[in-house]
């Protein structure tokens, strides 16, 4: 049975970081996602990683503040914020994919998120 969990979310001020991890149990995908969805809004792609090689990729929003890492031995993924904006507000969500896109309507499993909350 696939399981993910993410932990590490909260309130932060404008500027501040936080750093959100997620454990993944069950087996291996080739593809790791982070993605986030405000109340009334569709998901968002945030940034994703393959596990093999650990390449990365980012939403245009996030390049240079955010940053996805992977543990392949503890089976982690993590994203690390900063620079935090209030635009960022959200739940985050960890997925786990088979597709080879990005697509936020190709996952297939997710936690049951984690709330960010940016300031101001």
């Known amino acids: 049975q696939v399981q993910l969990v993410e932990s590490g979310g909260g309130l932060v001020q404008v500027g501040g970081s936080l750093r959100l991890s997620c454990a993944v149990s069950?087996?291996?995908?080739?593809?790791m996602v982070w993605f986030r969805q405000v109340p009334g809004k569709e998901r968002e792609f945030v940034a994703g990683i393959t596990w093999n090689l650990g390449s990365t990729y980012y939403t245009n929003s996030v390049k240079g503040r955010f940053t996805i890492s992977r543990d392949n031995v503890k089976n982690m993924v993590y994203l690390q914020m900063n620079n935090l904006n209030p635009e960022d507000t959200a739940v985050y969500y960890c997925a786990v994919t088979l597709s080879t896109t990005w697509s936020t309507d190709a996952l297939d499993y997710w936690g049951k998120g984690a709330l960010v909350t940016v300031s101001s």
């Open positions: 069950g087996r291996t995908f080739p593809r």
